[in-house]
């Protein structure tokens, strides 16, 4: 087998606009901790890219143009961390910026052959750093996923994938900043030097830091990310290695949009400040949805190593969608391949924020189940 891997600052040169949040309207050029890119590339019969990026999302467009770029004959996927305090891609001059520094890197990423390549995956509840975000609803599907990729004596990779929104900073934060994932992939490279680490968030449209942090500074930034390090170490090595069998395979699966009206006189009185305030957002949000310009379907990419299947989905998917997948064998990635809004589970009873933004009809959203179902078989 190939293997390869590199990690790279994509942070701009020049002031931008942050990407997160409505405030976000004036370009500043102040960075707390770096904002990187991550490429890993894996061969055996098939050609595998893999790209993280920390960004709030990476648009259909951009993976158009990387997609070019890297060939039809290699199975591209991208992922975004979604912090929402770095660079915004709209911005037509990162963005070229952006593009140039991903292509430099690839062709500059050093891959090196190897014989067979073993995996070793475990998947488990970690509500510390995130749990469900909206008053009165638990979503009992934190989970927390460790994969090691090795040669025959030292592990070359480890894939971190979790379900929790890193938004633990304030909207008004006056710096870019990659959040928790940044610092704890720093932390973690630092423990363990000789090996790689990327990033990717699960499934968690419904799943933030917001009824477990207690600040909304740097400082609690770095303390869930402490307690996300020591349960990822905790993780490593933990499971018997299997011999990696590299398949990767692409679907598309149409939309069908609506707005749906929203009972507004529904909103429950136990909600939190912060829930009423993004209801308001949410609000203005939606008068700005357009459904001839909504997503056209997903694009999905299953990677397999074997028996595990990581499952890469474009949308701010609900955690609620990892009951219709055996999370023995397979895990649910979001932010990948393109963006799309929030998918709440069927008939979701509450009013939220994430339902203003949530224009697929309920067939569609059925004929995800039935996809996830099948995956699963």
């Given amino acids: 087998m190939r293997y390869g891997f590199c990690a790279f600052s994509i942070a701009a040169p020049f002031a931008t606009r942050q990407c997160g949040h409505l ?64 660079n915004d891609v709209s911005d037509s001059e990162y963005r070229s910026y952006l593009l140039k520094v991903i292509k430099t890197n690839i062709e500059k990423m050093t891959i090196k052959e190897y014989g067979d390549l ?71 490279h630092e423990h363990y030097p000789l090996e790689d680490f990327t990033y990717l968030s699960g499934a968690m449209g419904d799943i933030s830091s917001r009824f477990v942090r207690e600040g909304q500074d740097y400082k609690e930034v770095s303390r869930l990310a402490k307690l996300l390090v020591k349960k990822i170490e905790s993780l490593k090595t933990q499971e018997k290695y299997q011999k990696l069998a590299l398949d990767c395979k692409e679907y598309f699966l149409p939309y069908e949009h609506t707005l749906a009206p929203i009972a507004l006189d529904e909103i429950r009185s136990d909600l939190s400040e912060r829930e009423l305030e993004t209801i308001r957002y949410g609000e203005i949000m939606r008068s700005r949805i357009d459904l001839t310009k909504a997503q056209k379907g997903a694009k999905i990419s299953i990677l ?74």
Avoid at 156 to 176: K, R
Avoid at 321 to 331: E, G, V
Wanted: glycine share 6%; aromatic share 14%; charged share 25%.
């Fill in 23 to 86: 405030m976000q309207t004036e370009k500043i050029d102040k960075y707390h901790d770096d904002l990187k890119g991550r490429i890993f590339y894996l061969e055996k019969d098939i050609k595998v890219l893999h790209i993280s990026l920390d960004l709030l999302g990476f648009d259909e467009k951009l993976y158009a143009e990387l997609k070019a770029y890297v060939g039809a004959d290699v199975k591209l996927i991208t992922s975004a961390t979604h912090t929402h305090y770095g």
């Fill in 118 to 188: 073993y995996y070793a995956k475990v998947t488990t509840p970690f509500d510390k750093v995130g749990k469900s975000r909206i008053s009165g609803y638990e979503a009992h599907n934190e989970y927390l996923s460790l994969i090691e990729i090795k040669d025959a004596n030292d592990v070359l990779l480890n894939i971190v994938i979790y379900n929790c929104h890193p938004t633990i900073l304030s909207a008004d934060t006056p710096y870019f900043s990659s959040e928790f994932p940044g610092l704890v992939l720093k932390e973690l």
């Fill in 304 to 377: 397999s190593l074997g028996t595990f299947k990581v499952i890469f989905y474009p949308n701010e998917i609900f955690s609620d969608y990892l009951n219709y997948i055996n999370i023995n064998n397979s895990i649910l990635v979001s932010y990948s391949n393109g963006y799309g809004p929030y998918i709440l589970p069927v008939d979701f009873p509450y009013v939220t924020y994430e339902m203003f933004l949530d224009t697929l009809t309920k067939g569609t959203k059925e004929r995800i189940i039935s996809f996830l179902k099948e995956l699963g078989k």
